[in-house]
C-alpha cells in the first residue's frame, strides 16, 4: 500500500484539538495533534477552512493508511504547515497543523445583506465587503451551494478573502424559507465589491 492511500476498512483517527503555545500576538490559533506515530500526508491547503469532523489528511501506521479527521473544537483557517500533499513522520502528540480562529470573529460581520433584487419575487445575497470571493471550501471540494439548491436564514453560501484572511458568508436572517438558488452571478476566485449581488435567489410563491 502506497502512503496516504487509505484501505477500504480503515478507522478514522481523531486529531487532538490544544491551544498553539506560542500563539501570536493578535491571533487564536490551535493546533491539530496526532494521535499516534505514523507518516502523515497533508489534504488541507493553507487558507483552507477547516472544522471538526472533516479530513485533514492521512496517517500511515503499520502499513495501513487512516484518514485523519479534526477532532471537537477544531474551527479556524490553516496557517501551517500549509502545503497539500505534504509528507512527514510524526510521533504521538506531534503537531499537524495549526488553526487560526481570529480570522473567523468577523464572521457574523460577513453576514450578507439579503434584500429585493429588481425582479419581483427575487432575492439576492450581495457581498459585505469588497474581497476575493470563493464558492467552495477549497479546490476539488463540493460548492456551498449551486444552482436550484435551497438556501436557509444564515446559511454559509461562500466565502470571502480579505487582506489574506478568509470569512464565511452567509444568508441573512430575513431570507424568507424556502427560498431557492437561482443563480450564482459571482465567478468562483473573482474580485468583488462591497454591495456587489453574489447569489440571485428566489422566494416561494
Known sequence: MNVGDVGPHAP?????VTGNADPYPGFDRIDLLS???????????TGQMVQAGEVIG?????GV???VIAGPGARGVVVAPGSPRREVEVGY???LLTLDRSTLQAELAAAA??????????????APSSGRFYGRPGPGKPAFVAVGDPVRPGQTVGLL??????????????LPAGARVVAIVALDDADVG????????????
Request: charged share 15%; glycine share 10%.
Open 65 to 67: 493508511a487512516h484518514p
Open 113 to 126: 445583506a439579503t434584500g429585493a433584487a429588481a425582479a419581483a419575487g427575487d432575492l439576492v445575497i450581495r
Open 12 to 16: 478514522a483517527l481523531t486529531a487532538v
Open 93 to 95: 502528540g506531534q503537531g
Open 194 to 205: 462591497a454591495g456587489d449581488v453574489l447569489l440571485r435567489l428566489e422566494a416561494p410563491p
Open 161 to 174: 478573502e480579505v487582506m489574506k484572511s478568509f470569512h464565511r458568508v452567509t444568508a441573512g436572517d430575513d
Open 35 to 45: 494521535p499516534t506515530v505514523g507518516i502523515f500526508r497533508q489534504q488541507v491547503a
Open 58 to 62: 492521512t496517517l500511515t501506521t503499520l
